[in-house]
C-alpha cells in the first residue's frame, strides 16, 4: 500500500498539473467556452504543455490518430510519404452529417471550377485548407496544428459546431516531416532549464542545413508549380481533389518582427490575377485583425512579401479561384529569444497564429457566398482573359527527346491543365511536331491562367520582389514548342494519362555494336547504368549516319556507342544489360551493322571516345548554399542512381581527392579553405580531375587560381536566393563596369549626387537586385557540355552575383549570354547591361583534368532541366575536353 505522504505527495502533482493544464488553456483558449472532456488535449496526450518542447512529426501524426479515434468529427489520411518514410497527412475537420456525405460535397465543390455549372447550393460547405511546417524550422506552426484540431474537434460553443456545419477544414499539420524532425532534434537538444534567451546561445544558432528544407534541401514552399519533390506531388493530387476556397500558410520571419498577414502590396500582385482575388484578402483580414487586436499582438500587412506566382502555397490557390495567404510570425527559434519587442516566447508564436487561423475559419464561413462567387467568377473571366491572349494555343514536344516530352506532360495533367493530341504533323515557328510525341495546350480554357505561367514570358514593372520572378517552365525544361495565334487550329482526342515510353533493343542481339542517341534527357540514365555495370561505352563528338537493321539512321553529337567485342561480359549478358538499361530509362538502342558509316566519322574513330563511370564528390555543409547543394544530390540520385559522396566542407583539409574523378562545388563562401586545399584541388585537377563550379565558387576558382579565365562579383546584383557575394576577387579578375575616375571626376560627381528622400531607400535600392529572372544564351551544341541539346537558344536562371568573362581561347565559352539576353521577370537594366554578352558556362583544360565554371546554378531547384543536363554532361564527359585545351589560345 502506498503511504498517506505519498499519496499526498501525488495528489499535489496532479493539482499542480490541473492548475498547469488550466493556465495553458486559459491561454491559447481564453473566453472559449467549454471542451469536450472526452478529448484529449495536446498536452494530455504528450506529456508537455504545447510551448516547451518541440514536437516531432511522429507525435503530431499519433495526436491527430488519437482525435480521430475518439471523435466523428475528424478523418485522417495518409496522402503520401517523404524520402524518409515520414507519413504526409491531412486531416479533414467537419460535422459528422457533412462527413457522411463527403464525396457528394467534394463533387458539388469542385462544380466551382465549371464556369457553366450553376453555383453550389446553401447546404454545400465552404473548404479551407490550413497548411503548417512547410519550412521544418519555423517552430511554432506544428504546434498550431495540434491547437487548431484540437479546437475545432473539442469545443463546445454554438459558434464551432455552425462552423463545422458550414465549412470542411483541411488541416495539414506538417508539411515537411523530414525538415521538421532535424529541427525538432535540434531545438530539442539544446533548450535549457530555464530557457536562455540569448540569441546566440546554440538553441538559437541551428547548424547547416537546418531545417527549412526537405530531405533533398529543397524548399517546399518554391515547388508548387515545379512539382519536383514527392511531397509536393502528394500534396497537389489532394489539392486538385477540393480547390479549397481558402488557404492558408503557416510560416515565420525574423525574431524582431511582429505578424504579417495579407493583402500584399499591389506591385507584388500578379498582373494576370483578377483583382477580386487579392481583395478578398482583405475581406478576411478584417476577422485576422480583430482576433490579434482581441491578444494584443502587434502585426503588419501591404509590405515585403511577393503574391504573384504560383511557386508558393499561399498563392497557387490563387491560381485557381481560391483566396491564398501568408502569416508570417516572428520566430522564437526555441523556447525564447531576445528581440527589439522584447522577449519572445514560443508560447506567444504559437496563439498568433492559433487566432488566426481560427479567425479564418470563422471569416470563410461568414463570406461563403462571396468565395463561393468569387471563384466561380474567377474561371468565367480565365476564358475571357484568354479570348484576349495573342496565343490561342502552345504545341509542345520533340521526337528527339521523348522522356522530357513526356515529363512536361506529365506536370500539366497535374495541375490540370486539358492537353490534346495533334492530328496531324505540325509546323509552326520554323520548329516541327510529329504526331503522336507531341501535344497540343488550348489557351481557351478555365485553367488558362497556370497555364500562361507554364508558357508565357511574364515582364513586370521595376519593384522590390522577395524571390524569383521567372519560373515559366517551359522555358526551364528547354522543350521544344511553339506559340499558334491562329485561332482556328485543330486538335485531337484529349489525353487522359501519361503514354507508356517502352525501352527496348531494336532488332536484337547484335554482333558489332548498339548505338543510343543522347538527345532523349534519359539517354543519361542508360549510360550510368551500364558504366556502373562495367560496360564499355564510348561517346561520340562529331555526328554520323549508321547502318542498321531499319535502315540508315543519323546520330548526333554526343551519341553513345557500344562495342560488342570491346567487353569484359560475354555478348549475351551485354545485351541482357541493356534491354534493364532501355528498360529502367525508357529509351531504344539501335544496333550497328558493320563500323563502316553510311556519312561522317565511322565507329572506330578517334572522335569516338570512351566515357570514364563518375565518381562524384560534392562540396557540402557549413558555408556551402544548402539549396544548390541539395539540388545536385537530388539530380544525381534520382536521375542517374550515382551514390554521390557528401563531404562536409570542414573535411577538405584531411582527406585525399584520388579516389574521385569530379568535384563539384556549389555556390557558397570557400574562404576558409586554407592554401593546402587550394593546392590540393589544383593537384588534382592537373593529374585529370574533373572540377565544376557554380556561380560565386566559380568566381573563388578563378581568385585562387585554380582557372586561368576571369570573372568579377557585382553586389548590386546579389539577392535572397542566390549565391554569397565573393568580395576577394582579385584585379586581373575583376572588370569594372565604370571607369576610372580623377580626383576632379570625383569633386564633380560630388556636386551632383542624385538626393533621394529616405522612405525611398528600400524600394529603390531593392529594386536594383536581380531576384531570379530568365535570360537566353546562344549555347555551342558541338560542345560536349553542349551535347544532346537539339537547339542553340538556352534559357537560363540568373539569380547569383558572378559574372564570368567570355574566354580568351575561342572554343572556350560553351554558352554566352546574348546582346540582348533578358526575356522573362524581373530584371534592373542596370543588370542586364552587364549580363548581356558575359558568360554563361566556360570549360577550360588544365594539365591532365579539366574545368567547368556555371555562372548560374545550372540545376536550380530541380526544375531547370534545361540546364541540369549540361551539368550531368559536364560529370560524364569533362574529363574527355582536356585534349583540346590549348588549341586557339591567345
Known amino acids: ?27 491559447y483558449f481564453r473566453n472559449a467556452g467549454t471542451f469536450d472532456p472526452k ?6 496526450f504528450l506529456g508537455y504543455p504545447i510551448g516547451t518542447h518541440y514536437t516531432r512529426h511522429d507525435q503530431i501524426v499519433a495526436y491527430f490518430n488519437e482525435l480521430a479515434r475518439v471523435s466523428n468529427k ?66 511554432s506552426s506544428g504546434e498550431t496544428g495540434l491547437l487548431t484540431a484540437y479546437y475545432l474537434v473539442a469545443n ?51 547548424i547547416w542545413p537546418g531545417g527549412r528544407s526537405n530531405h533533398y534541401l529543397n524548399n517546399l514552399n518554391r515547388d508548387w508549380l515545379s512539382l519536383t519533390q514527392v511531397e509536393s506531388k502528394a500534396r497537389i493530387e489532394y489539392f486538385h481533389q477540393w480547390y479549397p476556397n481558402v488557404q492558408i500558410d503557416f510560416h515565420e520571419q525574423g525574431a524582431n518582427a511582429t505578424y504579417y498577414f495579407e493583402p500584399t502590396p499591389k506591385s507584388h500582385q500578379s498582373p494576370i490575377i483578377p483583382q477580386s482575388v487579392y481583395d478578398f484578402n482583405a475581406v478576411l483580414a478584417k476577422y485576422q485583425a480583430k482576433a490579434l487586436d482581441d491578444i494584443g499582438s502587434l502585426y ?37 529569444i531576445e528581440t527589439s519587442n522584447g522577449i519572445l516566447t514560443f508560447p506567444f508564436t504559437i496563439r498568433n497564429h492559433l487566432v488566426t487561423g481560427l479567425a479564418t475559419v470563422r471569416g470563410a464561413v461568414a463570406e461563403k457566398e462571396g468565395l463561393f462567387k468569387l471563384q466561380k467568377d474567377f474561371f468565367k473571366s480565365a476564358l475571357e482573359q484568354a479570348a484576349r491572349n495573342d496565343a490561342k494555343a502552345y504545341v509542345f514536344g520533340d521526337s528527339r527527346d521523348e522522356t522530357l516530352t513526356r515529363k512536361f506532360l506529365d506536370l500539366l495533367l497535374r495541375h490540370r491543365v486539358k492537353v490534346y493530341e495533334l492530328t496531324a504533323n505540325v509546323s509552326a515557328e520554323g520548329k516541327s511536331f510529329e504526331k503522336g510525341k507531341a501535344y497540343i495546350v488550348p489557351a481557351a480554357q478555365p485553367n488558362f491562367r497556370i497555364i500562361h505561367s507554364l508558357f508565357e514570358e511574364n515582364l513586370l514593372k521595376d519593384s522590390v520582389f522577395y524571390d524569383n520572378t ?73 555526328p554520323f549516319t549508321a547502318n542498321t537493321p531499319g535502315g540508315k539512321k543519323s546520330f548526333g553529337y554526343g551519341a553513345l556507342v557500344v562495342p560488342v567485342a570491346a567487353q569484359d561480359i560475354p555478348a549475351d549478358s551485354l545485351y541482357r544489360t541493356l534491354n534493364n538499361a532501355a528498360s529502367l530509362a525508357g529509351v531504344s538502342f539501335t544496333s550497328a551493322l558493320t563500323g563502316f558509316n553510311a556519312e561522317g ?101 578563378i581568385n585562387q587560381e585554380i582557372s586561368r579565365e576571369k570573372a568579377y562579383v557585382d553586389s548590386s546584383l546579389n539577392n535572397r536566393g542566390g549565391g554569397n557575394t565573393i568580395r576577394n576577387v582579385p584585379a586581373n579578375a575583376t572588370v569594372s563596369p565604370v571607369s576610372n575616375s580623377t580626383e576632379t571626376q570625383n569633386a564633380k560627381r560630388a556636386l551632383s549626387a542624385e538626393r533621394l528622400d529616405y522612405v525611398s531607400l528600400q524600394d529603390v535600392e531593392g529594386a536594383k537586385r536581380l531576384n531570379g529572372a530568365i535570360f537566353t544564351t546562344d549555347l555551342d551544341t558541338t560542345h560536349p557540355v553542349a551535347f544532346g541539346v537539339n537547339s542553340r537558344r538556352l534559357f537560363v536562371n540568373k539569380n547569383g552575383s558572378t559574372i564570368l568573362l567570355p574566354s580568351k581561347n575561342k572554343y572556350n565559352t560553351v554558352a554566352q549570354y546574348d546582346k540582348d539576353a533578358f526575356v522573362n ?7 542586364v547591361s552587364k549580363i548581356n554578352n558575359s558568360a554563361a558556362i566556360i570549360t577550360s583544360a588544365e594539365g591532365s583534368g579539366a574545368i567547368t565554371l556555371f555562372a548560374d546554378d545550372p540545376a536550380y531547384r530541380s526544375y531547370w532541366l534545361g540546364t541540369n543536363r549540361l551539368l550531368l554532361n559536364a560529370i560524364f564527359f569533362g574529363n574527355l575536353i582536356s585534349g583540346f585545351g590549348n588549341f586557339g589560345s591567345e
Do not use: C
Open 1 to 27: 500500500m502506498k503511504s498517506f505522504r505519498s499519496i499526498m505527495l501525488l495528489g499535489l502533482l496532479a493539482l499542480l498539473a490541473g492548475e498547469r493544464a488550466a493556465a495553458q488553456q486559459n491561454y
Open 39 to 44: 478529448i484529449p488535449t495536446p498536452e494530455q
Open 74 to 139: 475528424i478523418h485522417v489520411e495518409v496522402i503520401g510519404k517523404t524520402y524518409e518514410e515520414r507519413p504526409l497527412i491531412i486531416a479533414t475537420i467537419t460535422s459528422p452529417d457533412n462527413y457522411g456525405r463527403i464525396s457528394n460535397i467534394k463533387q458539388a465543390h469542385a462544380t466551382l471550377v465549371d464556369p457553366e455549372a450553376p453555383l453550389p447550393g446553401k447546404d454545400v460547405p465552404v473548404v479551407v485548407w490550413l497548411g503548417y511546417s512547410v519550412h521544418g524550422n519555423e517552430t
Open 156 to 206: 463546445q460553443s454554438e459558434e464551432t459546431q455552425q462552423w463545422l456545419k458550414e465549412s470542411v477544414v483541411l488541416v495539414d499539420p506538417s508539411q515537411n516531416p523530414d525538415g521538421r524532425d532535424r529541427a525538432a532534434n535540434w531545438y530539442n537538444s539544446y533548450k535549457s532549464f530555464p530557457p536562455v534567451a540569448d540569441a546566440y546561445d546554440k538553441e538559437h544558432q541551428e
Open 300 to 336: 503588419f500587412t501591404k509590405e515585403n512579401y511577393d503574391n504573384l506566382s504560383p511557386i508558393y502555397g499561399s498563392t497557387y490557390p490563387k491560381f485557381y479561384g481560391g483566396v491564398g495567404a501568408t502569416f508570417e510570425e516572428a520566430s522564437s527559434r526555441g523556447l525564447n
Open 470 to 542: 521567372g519560373w515559366s517552365i517551359i522555358h526551364a525544361y528547354g522543350l521544344q514548342y511553339s506559340k499558334i495565334k491562329n485561332p482556328a487550329f485543330s486538335k485531337g482526342e484529349p489525353v487522359t494519362a501519361l503514354p507508356s515510353l517502352k525501352g527496348e533493343v531494336a532488332a536484337g542481339q547484335a554482333s558489332y555494336a548498339y548505338l543510343l542517341s543522347w538527345s532523349d534527357y534519359n539517354a543519361s540514365k542508360a549510360l550510368y547504368y551500364l558504366l556502373n555495370r562495367g560496360v564499355n561505352v564510348k561517346t561520340a563528338f562529331k
Open 601 to 701: 566519322i565511322d565507329l572506330g574513330s578517334s572522335n569516338i571516345k570512351s566515357v570514364r563511370k563518375p565518381s562524384v564528390a560534392l562540396a557540402f555543409g557549413q558555408g556551402i548554399n544548402s539549396e544548390e547543394a541539395g539540388e545536385v544530390w537530388f539530380l544525381l540520385n534520382q536521375q542517374l542512381g550515382l551514390p554521390v559522396v557528401k563531404i562536409d566542407a570542414d573535411n577538405f583539409s584531411r582527406i585525399s581527392l584520388k579516389k574521385y574523378n569530379t568535384l563539384i562545388l556549389p555556390g557558397g563562401n570557400y574562404s576558409e579553405w586554407d592554401k593546402s586545399v587550394v593546392a590540393k584541388i589544383k593537384d588534382w585537377v592537373r593529374e585529370g580531375g574533373n572540377l565544376i563550379t557554380f556561380q560565386n565558387a566559380s568566381a573563388w576558382a
Open 825 to 831: 521577370g524581373y530584371a534592373p537594366k542596370e543588370s
